[in-house]
């Protein structure tokens, strides 16, 4: 079966502008992640997903981060008026229960100029 | 928050050698897991070690679960050059359920043929 899968592989934008990246978790999966990786350092949380829940957005470093799953399935990260700083990869997982590992998306490696 | 000291940072070994890194953090866990990310990619489960004591192995890769749950170590036997990659540990934060992953930073492994 398909893994998760991320879109845009990479994405360059100016700096002030808005992004979307798309993440297309596995099948079955209910639990859905993001993390961002900056360059030489481990993953970072994010924001989490499970089902009908509220998402557990803990991890946003700012208000100019968002993200929203539709029907349970796909889930979008919006980045609006970005900043050099949010250079980086950013990682979706999904995993099928709580306790089990997650796995990985390949991350869409975002460069703000 | 919680931390999981990852070591070492990195490590230059020969091919065939036995490799040995280690994850240590000061709260306890319930879960641990192994990762390893080559470039470009995600991180990939390799080990997931969900009991105190477990001892698990992948082929040449095998992890345990530190007794006091505050540790784990992976160790690669007769390492080949495609082992070569980050290898992250990671844990499920304990508070509010196992939601988020905590990462370590990362063991950077070189293998020379």
């Known amino acids: 079966g398909a893994g998760v899968s991320q879109s845009p592989s990479n994405k360059v934008t100016e700096k002030g502008k808005d992004v979307e990246l798309r993440c297309d978790p596995i099948?079955?999966?209910?639990?859905l992640y993001w993390y961002r990786q900056s360059l030489g350092q481990g993953l970072e949380f994010l924001i989490y997903?499970?089902?009908?829940?509220?998402?557990?957005k803990s991890g946003l470093p700012s208000d100019r981060f968002s993200a929203e799953r539709t029907g349970g399935s796909v889930s979008t990260l919006t980045i609006q008026r970005t900043q050099q700083e949010d250079s980086a990869v950013y990682l979706c997982?999904?995993?099928?229960?709580?306790?089990?590992?997650?796995?990985f998306g390949p991350g869409t490696r975002l460069l703000v100029l | 928050g919680q931390q999981l000291n990852q070591s070492p940072q990195s490590m230059f070994i020969q091919e065939g050698e036995d490799v040995s890194m280690n994850c240590t953090s000061s709260?306890?866990?319930?879960?641990w897991l192994w990762y390893k990310q080559d470039p470009g990619e995600g991180p990939v489960l390799l080990i997931a070690l969900y009991k105190a004591g477990e001892l698990t192995s992948n082929g040449r890769l095998t992890a345990q679960f530190g007794i006091t749950r505050k540790d784990s170590f992976l160790n690669i036997s007769a390492s080949i050059p495609s082992d070569v990659g980050i290898y992250f540990c990671a844990a499920p934060a304990p508070q509010g359920g196992s939601e988020k992953l905590v990462f370590g930073k990362g063991t950077k492994l070189t293998v020379n043929p």
């Open positions: 997982a999904s995993s099928r229960t709580l306790d089990r590992g997650q796995y």
């Open positions: 709260s306890i866990f319930n879960t």
């Open positions: 997903f499970q089902g009908n829940s509220a998402p557990d």
């Open positions: 099948s079955g999966h209910t639990a």
